[in-house]
């Protein structure tokens, strides 16, 4: 019981933060997980949801579930475990708020990322048209 509280009260904290930056389409307490939107984002910069996902990468943090639900526009949903303590909420919300920052500043940036993998952005629609399900090993 006490961890289902935590994930509550992490989410609902993390929403408040969030909510005045991002679109927060249900305006309401949450669960466990909540939605936010980068249509601002988007609207204002050309940033989507998925720009926002992936240079959360280069900041060291799992990207969240995007384009989920389908009936919000660039939809972010946000879920932080319920072991999550306050420094790293804090640090998510710092985060996002400097992504919302560079979308602002430099959103050319942020279509580049993540910069600090090994592989940046592969080809997702040849991926999903024409998967690699195997990989066969050299002897």
Known sequence: KKLSQCAI????YLQEKLKGTYTLPYDFRCMHEFVLS???QKDECGVTAKDIDKALIDFGIHPPTTYFPLIVD???????TETENLE???NFVD??????????????ILHNMPLNTPVGRPD????????????????
């Open 88 to 90: 790293t909420l804090n």
């Open 95 to 108: 985060v996002m708020l400097e992504i919302d920052r560079l979308a602002h500043e430099n959103p050319e």
């Open 9 to 12: 009260l992490n989410a609902n």
């Open 38 to 40: 980068a249509k601002k």
């Open 124 to 139: 997702e629609t040849t991926a999903a048209r024409k998967p690699v399900l195997k990989y066969r090993f050299e002897d």
């Open 74 to 80: 660039e939809a972010l949903m946000i879920e932080p």
